[in-house]
């Protein structure tokens, strides 16, 4: 049975960093493509950042360049490391993962098997 459990989350004002961690079990966080997403009350789930070990990382225009997303193989863990916050990164975060390989969209929610529950992140200004 696979299961992610994210934690990290919390409040920061804006400039501030944090780090979101998805503890993953029954699935090994090398294998195949991984996401973070993220969902701001009254809006759609949207893609943060992916990682895959044929295409390599991808991130959400939006984000690029403040977060980076990472694997811990010994912890077998997802991570993402989120600089100089915005008041628009405050969202619920959620963990994701995929039984392929490599999307050419890896964005897209529907490349997703696998959820975690989420943790809060909110950003003040």
């Known amino acids: 049975q696979v299961q992610l459990v994210e934690s990290g989350g919390g409040s920061v004002q804006a400039g501030g960093s944090l780090t979101l961690s998805c503890a993953v079990s029954?699935?090994?966080?090398?294998?195949?493509?991984m996401a973070w997403f993220r969902q701001a009350p009254g809006k759609e789930r949207e893609g943060v950042a992916t990682?895959?070990?044929?295409?390599?990382?991808s991130y959400a225009n939006s984000v690029k360049g403040r977060f980076t997303i990472s694997r811990d193989t010994t912890q077998n863990t997802l991570i993402l490391q989120m600089n100089s916050l915005k008041p628009e990164d405050t969202a619920m975060y959620f963990c994701?993962?995929?039984?392929?390989?490599?999307?050419?969209?890896?964005?897209?929610?529907?490349?997703?098997?696998?959820w975690g529950q989420g943790t809060q992140v909110t950003v003040s200004s």
């Open positions: 994701a993962a995929s039984d392929r390989g490599w999307s050419y969209f890896p964005l897209v929610e529907d490349n997703y098997k696998f």
């Open positions: 029954g699935y090994t966080v090398s294998t195949n493509l």
């Open positions: 990682i895959s070990r044929i295409t390599g990382e």
